[in-house]
């Protein structure tokens, strides 16, 4: 999980060069999100295995990177017309949806086996 953590704040700190307000806006959310998430993992890890079982569970525990990784692609400058540039933020938003539905749905199924054992 640490690995997650740490490409997301080099994510984050690479981006917010770059000359796009909603690239800049994108990696702050992104890297303000990290620190939220490493700092709530680390007191749900001290609370036990519930708190760590709420805390993945939690749709709040994924939506930083959702709107971090959406304002980043929405502010690249893609060399398209501007239909297409809309599309493709409309594809790529369909797609971290569907990506982080899943794993949400994946953990929370996990943490329901886990807790009927």
């Not at 502010?75 to 594809?91: E, N, S, T």
């Amino acid at each position: 999980m640490m690995l997650v953590y740490i490409s997301g704040a080099i994510l984050a700190i690479a981006v917010a060069w770059f000359p796009s307000f909603l690239c800049r806006a994108g990696s702050a959310v992104l890297l303000i999100g990290v620190i939220q998430m490493i700092w709530q993992s680390h007191c749900a890890l001290r609370q036990g295995f519930e708190a760590q079982t709420r805390l993945r569970t939690s749709v709040l525990f994924y939506a930083p990177f959702l709107v971090g990784t959406n304002l980043i692609w929405m502010g690249l400058p893609l060399p398209i017309d501007p239909v297409r540039k809309a599309l493709a933020d409309c594809a790529f938003l369909v797609f971290t949806v569907i990506l982080l539905s899943g794993l949400y749905i994946y953990n929370h199924r996990a943490s329901q086996i886990r807790c009927q054992t």
